[in-house]
């Protein structure tokens, strides 16, 4: 077998050479505090746009070779530590057998989305993830094998509710009234379809962590349009469905892999989302972080929650925000990261700006305790 051949290969890996984010992520000891930022591929890197230039957005999530080199970009550039895979949550809603286009100055489209409840009879229910996000497990396993051990490579999948209202919504919305209108005129199909999602979810990241992730991350980015009692019934269950059913699995192969929940501007729901299986809860940056840690009691670990318009701010700024933010989390059980992802017009040398300082001052405040 050929060095190239052996490459997408998910067996011997290269040896891990730093495994800061994971320890943070199960609330060990740490020299620094670990720090990676979602969206960290992306448009504000002018070699990510040239590489993207002129190719359909999906056909790229499809290609593992160019999904590589994405996720590969941000890290000769920035000492983070942790990477995570370049692909998109609407893979799940196409593995379901829906159409999904990415439309310039649009964002992505859904030519046919749902719109009543016999709607769900289009969708594919049991779907084989190997064969229909077979290229995700791919990109995965290369990718793993290039970063040749220098940070973690974290997997992701979009939640439940925030997949279902993209399908509904046939796009990005404001008010979600589509989807909405859904939870209060069909919630009986309203479960169903978000269990489904849940199945194919849960063996979705099982396969990523076959294929090589060493973290997962759960994205609910439309928790917030959803009051607090709406979320208790259409999104939490499922979130914690989600880990249950996928560290059972892992547990029963000798594995243990860490698991975020970001659930977007879900702050009402701190307590429930510290009590649902995660190691680790991101943070939207509308969270105080010393009342975030007072609220979860030390039961996880954290991760965010800079607002990513902060990283507009000059370089010196930028790390005095750095600094009250570690001193509001702390150093033990702590990632740092923005509230959100990164904007496309940010400038490359702030991110720089952003991880230097969260480096320098950690290790700073981790020597005085």
Not at 246 to 274: C, R, T
Request: aromatic share 8%; charged share 25%.
């Amino acid at each position: 077998m050929s060095k190239q051949e052996n490459l997408i290969l998910p067996k011997d890996f290269p040896q891990l050479k730093n495994d800061t984010f994971l320890r943070a992520a199960r609330g060990e000891e740490i020299e620094h505090v670990p720090v990676w930022c979602m969206r960290q591929a992306g448009r504000y890197l002018p070699e990510f746009r040239e590489s993207r230039a002129g190719k359909d957005f999906f056909e790229t999530c499809q290609s593992p070779e160019a999904c590589c080199e994405l996720t590969l970009q941000p890290l000769r550039r920035f000492p983070f530590d942790a990477a995570i895979i370049f692909s998109d949550i609407l893979v799940v809603p196409q593995a379901m057998g829906m159409d999904v286009q990415m439309v310039a100055g649009k964002g992505p489209t859904f030519p046919e989305p749902l719109k009543e409840p016999e709607d769900l009879q289009r969708l594919q229910v049991k779907v084989d993830t190997a064969k229909e996000l077979g290229y995700v497990f791919r990109a995965i396993t290369l990718t793993r094998h290039k970063i040749e051990g220098k940070v973690p490579l974290i997997g992701f999948s979009g939640a439940p509710w925030t997949l279902m209202s993209y399908m509904i919504e046939g796009g990005g919305s404001n008010t979600h009234s589509k989807a909405k209108r859904w939870l209060y005129q069909h919630p009986e199909a309203s479960h169903m379809l978000l269990k489904m999602l849940t199945d194919v979810i849960v063996e979705y990241l099982l396969g990523q962590v076959a294929a090589g992730a060493q973290a997962l991350q759960v994205f609910e980015s439309h928790a917030g349009i959803l009051g607090p009692a709406e979320f208790k019934e259409f999104s939490l269950p499922y979130l914690r469905d989600i880990a249950r059913r996928v560290k059972d699995k892992l547990k029963e192969a000798g594995q243990d892999v860490p698991m975020i929940v970001f659930a977007k501007d879900a702050h009402y729901a701190l307590e429930e989302l510290s009590q649902s299986n995660y190691e680790v809860v991101g943070l939207d940056w509308t969270i105080d972080p010393l009342s975030a840690r007072e609220r979860i009691g030390g039961k996880v670990s954290l991760q965010g929650n800079m607002d990513p318009c902060a990283l507009y701010a000059p370089k010196e700024r930028i790390s005095d925000i750095v600094k009250k933010m570690l001193e509001g989390f702390g150093t033990r059980g702590y990632i740092a990261n923005l509230g959100h992802g990164v904007y496309p017009d940010m400038e490359p040398e702030n991110i720089g700006a952003f991880v230097e300082a969260v480096h320098q001052h950690s290790k700073q405040m981790i020597k005085q305790i």
